[in-house]
C-alpha cells in the first residue's frame, strides 16, 4: 500500500473510531464526521490527480457541497437536543431507557 | 456310684437349687418383709457359697470334675440339646469365688441401698443374674451357654436402669443392651456354623471334631461376642456408661463376674483356637490395643467409678492379650484374682461415695485416710494388688501373664503396649490413692462420714483377705497344664516390676505437680484426648448417626423433591431457555452504542475485504 493510500485510509479509519466510540458529546460524534468528511475530501482529490482522469476533478466540490448540507443537518439536531435536553450528552437521550 | 462323684453331682446342683429357691419365692403374691432382702437373699448366697467349698476341696485332692447330663430337651433328627452341666477345673475354681465376692457385695448392698424402697426387687435381680452366671459357666453346650449370655445381658440392662427417672441412666442400659447384641451376632454366627458343620453344640464333640478343619469363621465370631461382652476396643464404650446403676451392680456385674463371661467363652473354647493363629494373632492386637486405650482413658478422669471402670476393661485387655498368647489357664487365673480386688475397689469406692453424701468426682475428695481409715486402706490394699505389687493376689496372675509374652513368639508392638498399660495402671491407680486419701479435705465441713456399719466393715475385710492371699491360694494348688518358661534374663523377669515402679515413680512426680500452676495457658491436646474418651464416643454415638439422619433427611425433603420438580420436571425448563433468553436481549435494549458499534464492525470488515 503507498504511503498516501495508508495515511487516507487511517484517517478514515481513525474518524471512523472516534465516530462509533465516543460517546460521551454528540458535539465528539459530529466532529469525527467531519474528520471522516475531510479525509474523503483528499482521498477524491488525490484520486483523480493519480490516475490522470479529469473526468472526475469536479467530484471532491461535489462531496463538499453534500457534506455542508449534512453538517447542517447535523448541526441543526444537535441545537434541537440542545433545546429540547438542556445539553449534548448522549446520556441524556436514554435516560427513559431501562 | 462313688461317693465323691455323688458328693459333687449333689453339692453342686443344691447349690442351684439354693440359688433358685428364693427367686421362686417371689412368685407367691404374700408381699415379702423388708428384710427378705438381708435375711432370705444374703443366706441363700452364703450357704451356696459354703456348699460349693465341697466339690472344690474334692477337686484339689482328688482331681474329680464331673458332667451331669439331667434332660433330653429337644432334638432335630440327629441334632442332640440336652441339659448339661460341665463341672471342671474352670468351673469348680470359678463358682465359688463368684459365690464369695457376691455374698460380700449383698452384704454391702444391704446397707448402700438402704433406703431405696425396692431393696427387695434390687436383691432378686442380683440373684438372677448370679443364676445366669452359674448357667453360663457351668453350661456344657452352647445353648445352655447362650441362654446364661442372654440372662447376664438382660439383667445388666436391668440393673444399670435401676435409676430410670435418670436419663442417663436410661442411655446407658440401653448402650450396654446394643452392644452386647452386636457381640451377640458373632455368637450365634459360630452356633450357626458349628450346628451346620459339626452337627453337635456339646463342647466334648466340637473340641473332638474340629480337629482337622479351618475353624477361622466360627473363631472370629467367638472373638466378635467376647470384643462385645468384655467391653474390648471397638465395642467397649458401654462398660464406663454402665457407671450409671448403684454401686454393687457395678460391683458385681461390672467387674468380676458379667464382663469376663466374654473371656470365659473363649476360655472354655480355647482347644478350638489353639492351632489357629489368625484367631490369636486377632486375640492378641486387640487385646494389647483395649489394654493401652483404656488405660489411657484412665488416666484423666474425674470420677472415681469410671477410673475403676476403665481399669477393668483395661485388665479384661490384658486377660484377651493371654488368650492370644495360647495360655487360657492365666487368663482364667487372672479372672479369678481381678474378681477379688476390683470387686473391694467398687465397694470401696461405694463406701466413700456414700460417706461424702453422693459425691463421685475425686477432686472433691482428700484426707479420706483419716476419716474413713478402713476403707482407704482397703482401697489402697486393692490398687497394690492390681497393679501387681510382688506376692498380694494380683501378682500371681499378672507377672505370670507378662512373663509368658516376654518369652513367646510375638510381634513387639504388642508387648510394648501392653507394659506401656501396666505402668499407666500404676499411675492411675496412684492417682485415685492420691485424690481420696492422701492430701486435705476439699469437701465441705459435714459429710456424713460412718463406715461403723458392720455390714460395710464384713465385706470390705473378707475382700481385703480374698484379695491378699486368692492368687498364693489358687496357684499352690491349681497345676498348670502347659509348662510356663522358667528361664529368662533377669531384665525379662522384672520387666512387669520396673514398668510398674517406674509408672509409680512418674505418678508421685506428677502429684507433686498438682498444685503449682506450670503454665497460663498450657497445650492440652493429650489431656483432651485422654479425658473424652479418645473421642470416640462422641463419634461413634453423635457424628455417625447425625451424618446418617442429615442424609436421610437431605435425601428424602430436598433431593427427591428437587429432581423431579427443578431438574427434570417443569423448573427445567425455564432453567434451560432463560439463559439463551437473556443473552439474546442484551443487544436488544435500543442502546446506540449497540448500533454504533455494529456499524463500526461492518464498515472495517469491508475495508478488510476491499483492501485485501
Redesign the interface.
Known amino acids: 500500500?503507498t504511503p498516501t493510500h495508508f495515511s487516507v485510509?487511517s484517517a478514515f479509519?481513525l474518524g471512523?473510531?472516534g465516530?462509533?466510540?465516543h460517546?460521551t458529546h454528540l458535539l465528539s460524534a459530529l466532529l469525527c464526521l467531519e474528520g471522516m468528511m475531510l479525509s474523503l475530501f483528499i482521498a477524491l482529490s488525490l484520486w483523480s490527480l493519480q490516475l490522470d482522469a479529469a473526468g472526475y476533478s469536479s467530484s471532491p466540490m461535489l462531496m463538499l457541497a453534500f457534506s455542508a448540507c449534512e453538517a447542517s443537518a447535523g448541526l441543526a439536531l444537535l441545537v434541537a437536543t440542545a433545546r429540547t435536553h438542556g445539553t449534548d450528552r448522549?446520556q441524556s437521550?436514554?435516560l427513559l431507557?431501562c | 456310684m462313688h461317693p465323691t462323684m455323688i458328693t459333687t453331682s449333689t453339692c453342686l446342683l443344691v447349690v442351684l437349687v439354693l440359688l433358685l429357691f428364693p427367686i421362686l419365692t417371689t412368685f407367691s403374691p404374700k408381699p415379702s418383709p423388708h428384710h427378705w432382702a438381708s435375711s432370705h437373699v444374703k443366706t441363700a448366697v452364703k450357704t451356696a457359697f459354703f456348699v460349693s467349698l465341697a466339690p472344690l476341696f474334692l477337686f484339689l485332692n482328688e482331681g474329680t470334675e464331673t458332667i451331669i447330663t439331667n434332660w433330653s430337651w429337644m432334638n432335630i433328627n440327629t441334632f442332640d440339646i440336652n441339659m448339661s452341666f460341665k463341672f471342671d477345673h474352670y468351673s469348680i475354681i470359678f463358682i465359688p469365688i463368684a459365690l464369695y465376692v457376691t455374698w460380700a457385695i449383698l452384704e454391702f448392698a444391704t446397707w448402700y441401698m438402704h433406703t431405696d424402697p425396692q431393696m427387695n426387687r434390687f436383691f432378686k435381680y442380683l440373684l438372677i443374674f448370679l443364676v445366669a452366671m452359674i448357667i453360663l459357666v457351668s453350661a456344657n453346650n452352647m445353648f445352655q451357654l447362650f441362654i446364661g449370655w442372654e440372662g447376664v445381658g438382660i439383667m445388666s440392662f436391668l440393673l444399670i436402669g435401676w435409676w430410670y427417672g435418670r436419663a442417663d441412666a436410661n442411655t446407658a442400659a440401653l448402650q450396654a443392651v446394643l452392644y452386647n447384641r452386636i457381640g451377640d451376632i458373632g455368637l450365634i454366627l459360630s452356633m450357626a456354623w458349628l450346628a451346620k458343620t459339626l452337627n453337635s453344640w456339646e463342647i466334648q464333640q466340637m473340641i473332638f471334631l474340629s480337629k482337622d478343619l479351618d475353624m477361622t469363621v466360627p473363631l472370629l465370631g467367638l472373638i466378635l461376642a467376647a470384643t462385645g461382652k468384655s467391653a474390648q476396643f471397638g465395642l467397649h464404650p458401654w462398660l464406663p456408661s454402665a457407671m450409671e446403676g448403684p454401686t454393687p451392680v457395678s460391683a458385681l456385674l461390672h467387674s468380676s463376674t458379667m464382663v469376663v463371661a466374654g473371656i470365659f467363652l473363649l476360655i472354655r473354647l480355647s482347644p478350638l483356637m489353639e492351632n489357629n493363629q489368625t484367631a490369636l494373632s486377632v486375640c492378641l492386637c486387640l487385646g494389647a490395643l483395649t489394654t493401652l486405650f483404656t488405660a489411657t482413658c484412665a488416666l484423666t478422669q474425674n470420677d472415681i467409678k469410671k477410673i475403676v471402670a476403665f481399669s477393668t476393661s483395661s485388665q479384661l485387655g490384658l486377660m484377651m492379650v493371654t488368650i492370644g498368647l495360647n495360655q487360657p489357664q492365666l487368663a482364667f487365673l487372672h479372672i479369678c484374682t481381678h474378681a477379688f480386688f476390683k470387686a473391694m475397689l467398687f465397694l470401696c469406692s461405694g463406701s466413700i461415695i456414700h460417706a461424702l453424701n453422693d459425691e463421685q468426682d475425686i477432686r472433691k475428695m482428700g484426707g479420706m485416710q483419716n476419716l474413713a481409715p478402713l476403707t482407704s486402706t482397703c482401697l489402697t490394699i486393692g490398687s497394690l494388688a492390681l497393679t501387681g505389687t510382688p506376692f498380694l493376689a494380683g501378682f500371681f496372675s499378672k507377672d505370670a501373664i507378662i512373663e509368658a509374652m516376654n518369652t513367646s513368639h510375638i510381634n513387639a508392638w504388642a508387648l510394648i503396649l501392653t507394659l506401656l498399660a501396666t505402668s499407666f495402671t500404676a499411675i492411675y491407680s496412684l492417682r485415685v490413692v492420691y485424690f481420696v486419701s492422701m492430701g486435705h479435705p476439699r469437701f465441705i465441713t459435714l459429710p456424713p462420714i460412718n463406715e461403723n456399719n458392720p455390714s460395710v466393715i464384713n465385706p470390705l475385710k473378707r475382700l481385703a483377705l480374698g484379695s491378699i492371699i486368692a492368687g498364693f491360694l489358687i496357684t499352690l494348688n491349681y497345676l498348670p497344664l502347659k509348662t510356663p518358661i522358667l528361664t529368662m534374663p533377669p531384665s525379662l523377669k522384672l520387666a512387669a516390676l520396673a514398668v510398674t515402679i517406674m509408672g509409680l515413680l512418674m505418678a508421685f512426680e506428677l502429684a507433686q505437680m498438682t498444685s503449682a500452676q506450670f503454665k497460663p495457658l498450657p497445650k492440652l491436646t493429650p489431656h483432651n484426648f485422654s479425658n473424652m474418651l479418645g473421642f470416640f464416643p462422641i463419634l461413634i454415638h453423635r457424628l455417625l448417626p447425625k451424618i446418617s439422619l442429615t442424609l436421610g433427611q437431605a435425601v428424602a425433603t430436598q433431593t427427591v423433591d428437587q429432581t423431579w420438580l427443578e431438574k427434570t420436571g417443569p423448573k427445567s425448563m425455564t432453567s434451560a431457555q432463560v439463559p439463551m433468553i437473556s443473552l439474546t436481549t442484551n443487544i436488544q435494549?435500543?442502546?446506540?452504542?449497540t448500533y454504533?458499534?455494529l456499524?463500526?464492525l461492518t464498515?472495517?470488515l469491508a475495508?478488510m475485504i476491499s483492501?485485501s
Open positions: 500500500m485510509s479509519i471512523l473510531m465516530l462509533a466510540f460517546r448522549l437521550l436514554n431507557q | 435494549q435500543g442502546l446506540i452504542k454504533l458499534t456499524f463500526f464498515f472495517s475495508m483492501l
